[in-house]
């Protein structure tokens, strides 16, 4: 059986966008990987989704503290809510021994360009780009990296940040590209 990358010491946790894709196997990732007395703030749009992660993760018996915020990310409004819950989760369990931000909410039409170290995945987004992008040679772009199966799931995605963050190695405020092998 595979060994789970463990994430050293106590932290506060942040994924935003963690209702399905990316966001939601890095957050499932993320309460089986941290440690008991971890805190995990998930947000998105789709409320029920985070409520679903959240009991998955306490059946499952991780010990992580999740912590469902139902929010539109698009504007200042949903922003303050996970600063709020931020806030709470610091008063109820104090300060952890690091914090993890990680901001992956997104759509097709606003990507956001920092955000491409995920490399090309295969999920909802990249079928949508495969049938709906205008440009044809863009769009024969994202079907032969299809076809020619060079896209990765979103649970090998996770994978390999959860090991970076597992190794411990990295500077913090780095810029790490774990798309690359
Ligand atoms: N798929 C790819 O090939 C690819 C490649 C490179 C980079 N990326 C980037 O990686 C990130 C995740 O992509 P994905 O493929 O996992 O996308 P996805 O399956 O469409 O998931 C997007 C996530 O973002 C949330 N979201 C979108 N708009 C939001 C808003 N206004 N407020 C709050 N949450 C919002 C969605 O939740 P709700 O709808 O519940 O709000 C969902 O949880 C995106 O930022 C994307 O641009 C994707």
């Known amino acids: ?11 506060l946790c942040i994924v935003t966008g963690a209702s399905r894709g990316l966001g939601r196997a890095l957050a499932l990732g993320l309460s089986a990987s941290l440690q008991p007395g971890s805190q995990l703030v998930v947000a998105a749009r789709c409320g029920e989704a985070l409520r679903e992660l959240r009991d998955g993760a306490a059946a499952a018996g991780s010990g ?10 698009s504007g200042d409004a949903g922003l303050r809510e996970v600063v709020r819950a931020v806030q709470r989760q610091q008063q109820q369990h104090g300060a952890p021994d690091r914090l993890l931000i990680i901001n992956n909410a997104g759509e097709l039409l606003n990507p956001d360009p920092t955000l491409h170290p995920t490399g090309p ?4 987004m990249h079928e949508q ?6 440009d044809p040679e ?11 199966g ?3 799931t979103c649970q090998e995605s996770a994978r390999k940040l959860l090991e970076i963050l597992a190794k411990d190695e990295f500077e913090s405020g780095a810029h790490i590209d774990y798309f690359d092998p």
């Open 150 to 152: 060079q896209l990765l």
């Open 121 to 124: 995945l295969d999920n909802s």
């Open 138 to 148: 863009l769009r024969k772009m994202f079907v032969d990296m299809h076809r020619q």
């Open 129 to 134: 780009a495969r049938k709906e992008t205008g």
């Open 1 to 11: 059986m595979a060994v789970r990358p463990s994430v050293k010491g106590t932290s």
């Open 64 to 73: 992580v503290d999740v912590c469902p915020v139902q929010a539109d990310l």
